[in-house]
């Protein structure tokens, strides 16, 4: 009995071992070479929206010296252009002093643009059209989303925003909470893009205080339907300074979130995002047949932009 026992406990052990190395496993995603694909001499780029621009790319990134939000383009999603500011401050309005974290989608030939607003310790979300992607006006002087709720403290940001076809409404996850990183992430509806409803059972996910690598808060994510499922990519952070990248799937988008077993799926390494990996933006490349994650890394005071590739269509290795 006594031998059965320690097998027991040799077994149990075992399995331990395997569950932990299994939680750092990122072997599934892996770092370009030639990352930082952007920043130097250009400072602070972070906090990224990418899009598929009939096989080439648009990057839509947050500009912190200029306090804007600016446009590259690529053929390779490594190589970019000068960057050109799109939305910048806005002196008329007291709450957009700042302009960072965009998401853009196109639709009914026009590219949207939910993007955050900085001033006074405060965030929060404004909306605006172009018909080219360059030339933006904004929809309203007033933001379309502010903190409202007790959770939301002072900041609401980091927009990720579809468009259901089925129900004719965009669907909005945001962040909410603290200023300097917000705690956790929520949920708005809207049939205009500028009248938001916000899900009765706010916050829609929150830190695992389980997992050490995202204890602290889950913030800035993207989500994307793919095999019927809601992917959610986000970022989680262990504490204020330390951050990585996650995965997370739903159903329907909003309830029953599941994380994947192995993560976190970017971490970071020595070198230039040695001390974070924040913010990713993903897209599946159909021509190669891999998915290509851009994200900013962070090492001290120095934030830039990298890429990772995952190879085939598949983004869960668990159950």
């Given at each position: 009995m006594?031998?059965?026992?320690?097998?027991?406990?040799?077994f149990?052990?075992?399995?331990?071992?395997?569950?932990?190395?299994?939680?750092?496993?990122?072997?599934?995603?892996?770092?370009?070479?030639?990352?930082?694909v952007?920043?130097?001499?250009?400072?602070?780029?972070?906090?990224?929206?990418?899009?598929?621009?009939?096989?080439?790319?648009?990057?839509?990134?947050?500009?912190?010296p200029?306090?804007?939000?600016?446009?590259?383009?690529s053929?390779?999603?490594?190589?970019?252009?000068p960057?050109?500011?799109?939305?910048?401050?806005?002196?008329?309005?007291?709450?957009?002093?700042?302009?960072?974290?965009?998401?853009?989608?196109?639709?009914?030939?026009?590219?949207?643009?939910w993007?955050?607003?900085?001033?006074h310790?405060?965030?929060?979300?404004?909306?605006?059209?172009?018909?080219?992607?360059?030339?933006?006006?904004?929809?309203?002087?007033?933001?379309?989303?502010?903190?409202?709720?007790?959770?939301e403290?002072?900041?609401?940001?980091?927009?990720?925003?579809?468009?259901?076809?089925?129900?004719?409404?965009?669907?909005?996850?945001?962040?909410?909470?603290?200023?300097?990183?917000?705690?956790?992430?929520?949920?708005?509806t809207?049939?205009?893009?500028?009248?938001?409803?916000?899900?009765?059972?706010?916050?829609i996910?929150?830190?695992?205080?389980?997992?050490?690598?995202?204890?602290?808060?889950?913030?800035?994510?993207?989500?994307?339907?793919?095999?019927?499922?809601?992917?959610?990519?986000?970022?989680?952070?262990?504490?204020?300074n330390?951050?990585?990248?996650?995965?997370?799937?739903?159903?329907?988008?909003?309830?029953?979130?599941?994380?994947l077993?192995?993560?976190?799926?970017?971490?970071?390494?020595?070198?230039?995002?040695a001390?974070?990996?924040?913010?990713?933006?993903?897209?599946?490349?159909?021509?190669?047949?891999?998915?290509?994650?851009?994200?900013?890394?962070?090492?001290?005071?120095?934030?830039?932009?990298?890429?990772?590739?995952?190879?085939?269509?598949?983004?869960?290795?668990?159950?």
């Open positions: 006594r031998e059965l026992s320690y097998c027991a406990v040799f149990i052990l075992a399995t331990l071992a395997c569950a932990r190395a299994a939680k750092s496993d990122t072997s599934l995603w892996t770092k370009r070479p030639e990352s930082p952007l920043g130097g001499s250009l400072g602070t780029c972070f906090d990224i929206c990418v899009l598929d621009d009939d096989g080439a790319y648009r990057m839509y990134f947050s500009w912190r200029k306090k804007s939000v600016a446009l590259v383009t053929d390779d999603g490594i190589h970019w252009s960057p050109a500011i799109v939305l910048g401050p806005n002196p008329k309005t007291d709450w957009e002093s700042d302009i960072n974290r965009p998401i853009v989608l196109r639709r009914d030939g026009l590219w949207r643009m993007y955050t607003g900085q001033s310790g405060h965030s929060r979300i404004g909306y605006a059209t172009s018909p080219d992607g360059r030339h933006w006006t904004r929809r309203s002087e007033k933001p379309v989303l502010a903190p409202q709720a007790e959770w403290k002072v900041a609401v940001m980091c927009p990720h925003v579809l468009f259901d076809e089925p129900s004719k409404q965009y669907r909005m996850w945001y962040s909410a909470g603290d200023q300097y990183e917000p705690d956790a992430i929520g949920y708005a809207s049939t205009d893009g500028l009248h938001w409803t916000r899900n009765s059972a706010n916050p996910f929150k830190a695992d205080p389980i997992d050490a690598w995202e204890r602290h808060k889950v913030t800035a994510c993207q989500v994307i339907p793919h095999d019927g499922w809601f992917y959610m990519f986000y970022i989680g952070f262990a504490d204020e330390h951050a990585r990248i996650g995965l997370a799937r739903s159903r329907d988008g909003v309830t029953a979130w599941q994380r077993p192995t993560n976190p799926i970017i971490s970071p390494t020595p070198g230039w995002d001390d974070a990996c924040y913010k990713p933006s993903a897209l599946f490349d159909r021509k190669s047949e891999r998915w290509l994650l851009w994200y900013n890394g962070r090492r001290g005071g120095v934030e830039q932009i990298g890429l990772a590739e995952h190879a085939g269509a598949e983004l869960w290795n668990g159950p």
